[in-house]
Nanobody
Framework: VQLQASGGGLVQAGGSLRLSCAAS????????MGWFRQVPGKEREFVAA????????DYADSVKGRFTISRGNTRNTVYLQMNSLKLEDTAVYYC?????????????????WGQGTQVTVSS
């Protein structure tokens, strides 16, 4: 199984980025997907999650209303649209796959992880 995250970069506060995570080696439509992020020296934290069909999503309070998670099962890809970015959104963002239909905000409930993509928000 491989999860390849992309789309990170440097953006000014208030700007937008769209992260993508392409999955291979698994039956994508049987997996819930999530995004997490980590700042050096801190624990990895939940950002967003989506069920197998895309019909239900969940967000951390810190990103609710600004970030949108979506998925394209025919493309084996999950996305994270990030708008109104803030300095505190700076982190390495990881996508993760959970071998269940239902989503979770718990890191321990995910089975596969991507390599991470850096998002840096500047003032």
């Amino acid at each position: 199984v491989q999860l390849q995250a992309s789309g990170g970069g440097l953006v000014q506060a208030g700007g937008s980025l769209r992260l993508s995570c392409a999955a291979s080696g698994l039956t994508f439509s049987r997996y819930a997907m999530g995004w997490f992020r980590q700042v050096p020296g801190k624990e990895r934290e939940f950002v967003a999650a989506i069920i197998w069909s895309g019909g239900s999503t969940d967000y951390a309070d810190s990103v609710k209303g600004r970030f949108t998670i979506s998925r394209g099962n025919t493309r084996n890809t999950v996305y994270l649209q990030m708008n109104s970015l803030k300095l505190e959104d700076t982190a390495v963002y990881y996508c993760a796959a959970r071998a269940k239909f239902l989503r979770s905000s718990r890191e321990s409930e995910y089975d596969y992880w991507g390599q991470g993509t850096q998002v840096t928000v500047s003032s």
